[in-house]
DNA sequence: CGGTGTCTCACCCCTGGGTGTGAGAGACAG
DNA sequence: CTGTCTCTCACACCCAGGGGTGAGACACCG
């Protein structure tokens, strides 16, 4: 089955260049091409393309807006993927882009073989980044560094005080979290206490903070 | 420069076959190979390669842990990198494999040049992963909403109930917060009041709660 | 000019929570 | 078997914090 693509980039140049090498291949087929944003968003609601390799830096209209646009339009049969093009490594972009759903990122002074290869990729429905921008994702991501220091914070805890002190991170009252855990508030008050005097703390805000902090807790898990 | 090379993997076969392939290609020496972990840590410490083969499943220590060892024994001078590959494509390796640091993560099947490839750009610095690994680290984090719907919570708060929220959030008392504003208690009490009544709160610890949900701040941000 | 919103502050009430002390039961190691 | 650790609970103290009500000073806007 062939792929069929659009080609969006304000340089006629390019798109020639790109048209000619990706026709050029038997899987690929260029059915659409667009010289501006506006005119991306209209030719891919017009002809469904399976992929659409967007330059980053258009008139009228940016890629990364034209690729929002497409991917918030997709009719759930037919999904429409983007893969962006951009002359230069601007990081801000790379985040926006995959961060709307963009499928892939390449610079466009990539080897031709390089493109040819990413566009069977995405519309394969894989992900492929140019080498730079993956490893400034992966260290985007990991460099929250794997705190050794915080959780041994914890480490001094038992195994009750980190389950009580995760309940108090839930926003949980002392009461709440006896009957949570089937035990009088006396037997809470001592846990909590013990928590705050092994970690240094004297306000349960204080506790929440350090279950964050420590990871014992993390923003958008479970509730 | 010819990138120094290791070879780590527990079946001979593959050892010889990545060998041969790869010291075929003029850039690239292979100085080093184990068929385990444990060897893997101590070869790389004698030799000192510019980049490791690391297969994710070998007897004795597994490539993750060696790979963990690797890393924390490089000294500033010679940094070894590491290019993680599997035979499956097992997400729990890849996401622990890029937390310890790795540059890559390559499945075996790949075509023999993407290996090649891989090795380049990540002895250059960079990084390089497998289409199907990378589509899922970028669905992994951007499937995260970046939270309209969590800011909006805030968005009812006046400026400076946000600024009092973030000082709660510091784990300030009332009277810390009074003074580090420079107004009475009392006005602190009334914002702090006003929060919890917009925000549906009770407690300052759900409050704490709520900052770190909804981005406010964020665990590992300066204090 | 009057209405609205924000920031400021005060007084009162009272419960929840943080603190101290003490202690019984069960598990486990030496 | 004795010491240590953990989990459990109780009584008591006290105050920071949460809740209600009201109000003065500005600023902005129609």
């Given at each position: 089955m062939t792929i069929r693509l659009m080609i969006a980039d304000d340089q006629a140049m390019v798109r020639a260049g790109f048209a000619a090498l990706l026709n050029?291949?038997?899987?690929?087929?260029?059915?659409a091409d667009a010289e501006d944003g506006e005119a991306a968003v209209a030719a891919a609601r017009l002809?469904?393309?399976?992929l659409v390799l967007m330059d980053v830096r258009m008139p009228r209209m940016d890629g990364l807006e034209a690729a929002r646009r497409i991917l918030a339009t997709s009719d759930g049969a037919h999904l429409t993927r983007i893969l962006m093009l951009t002359t230069f490594d601007v990081d801000d972009y790379v985040y926006e882009a995959l961060r709307l759903g963009a499928s892939g990122f390449l610079l466009k002074d990539a080897p031709p073989e390089d493109l040819i290869t990413a566009v069977r990729v995405v519309a394969s429905g894989e992900a492929l980044l140019a080498p730079s921008v993956t490893r400034r994702l992966i260290e985007e991501f990991?460099?929250?560094?794997?705190?050794p220091v915080r959780t041994s914070m914890l480490e001094s805890l038992t195994a009750r005080e980190t389950e009580v002190l995760r309940l108090v991170a839930r926003g949980m009252s002392n009461t709440d979290i006896a009957a949570h855990l089937v035990v009088s508030v006396q037997t809470v008050k001592t846990h909590v206490g013990k928590i705050f005097a092994k970690l240094g703390l004297r306000d349960r805000a204080q506790a929440v903070i350090c279950a964050y902090e420590s990871g014992l807790v993390t923003a958008g898990d479970p509730r």
């Open positions: 050029a291949q038997s899987d690929i087929e260029v059915v002809h469904h393309p399976d990991f460099a929250r560094p794997t705190e």
